[in-house]
């Protein structure tokens, strides 16, 4: 029987967080009713373990281990292997709430026009805690400023499988990452897409995500987001990992409302 959803997640040495993570997934309403394709992008930590783990439990869990080539290569040989037409991404080191599968089963199911569709998250930071809701503008703001910000948070997206078919799949250009050049296609292909201010995931930044190499990387994008989504306490409690020059940039940044920079990043896009 084909299932009513296909949830992918590509993992290279995600160990640290991927039980959480699809335990997490396995608690979701609506979960019986769709097939979980995990990729293995050729780690070499415990992930393996894990997933034969979760085998022996979950007989809609379906694994496909390949030698390391890169998140693009993992997410289209996943792409391939789902076999239902809705695709909920997720990335192993999040934590899906309850209600995402059926939610946006239904968002994509009641509007048979729309292709892809997305939502907020809770951010965390790499013990798990809580921080703040992520913001974004509504749909059509979100899609005129993938040249100059991107609101959509990968992990959240779900689509039709035969929409982004049709655009060529995931692949990366120097410009682009392969998440963003792949809205970009789908956006100027015409395919429709809807923003669903709910919260659908809890979104780890952290220095285990794909692109971010430390904790001080990815405690200037935590910083940065935490920014524009008005949590400016929490921002400075990720001083600890910062340069003095970008403390100084933070600093600058609070001093200015949050509306400020959400209207400089529209700004941005209109320009």
Not at 107 to 124: D, F, H, N
């Amino acid at each position: 029987m084909i299932p009513e959803a296909s949830i992918l997640i590509p993992v290279y040495n995600g160990a640290q967080y991927l039980r959480e993570c699809l335990e997490s997934v396995f608690r979701g309403t609506g979960v019986l009713t769709c097939e979980i394709v995990v990729v293995d992008d050729g780690s070499t930590d415990e992930t393996a373990i894990i997933l034969k783990e979760f085998c022996t439990t979950y007989e809609n869990l379906i694994v496909i281990t390949q030698a390391n080539m890169g998140i693009e290569a993992a997410l289209n040989n996943g792409l391939r292997k789902c076999r239902a037409d809705i695709i909920l991404r997720m990335d192993a080191d999040d934590e899906m709430l309850p209600h995402r599968i059926q939610r946006q089963i239904q968002i994509l199911t009641e509007s048979i026009e729309l292709s892809w569709t997305s939502g907020a998250a809770y951010l965390m930071d790499s013990g798990g805690r809580t921080l703040a809701k992520s913001w974004a503008p509504n749909s059509k703001q979100i899609l005129d400023s993938l040249e100059s910000h991107n609101f959509i948070i990968h992990p959240t997206v779900a689509f039709r499988k035969s929409a982004v078919l049709a655009v060529g799949g995931y692949e990366k250009i120097k410009k682009f990452h392969e998440d963003i050049y792949l809205w970009k296609r789908l956006r100027n292909a015409g395919k429709q897409y809807f923003y669903s201010p709910e919260e659908m995931i809890r979104y780890r930044i952290s220095a285990s995500s794909i692109r971010l190499k430390n904790e001080q990387e990815a405690a200037r994008k935590l910083c940065r987001v935490l920014v524009y989504s008005g949590a400016r306490k929490e921002a400075v409690r990720q001083f600890r990992f910062l340069s003095v020059s970008y403390k100084i940039r933070i600093l600058i940044m609070i001093l200015f409302p949050t509306n400020y920079w959400r209207r400089k990043m529209l700004r941005g896009a209109s320009s």
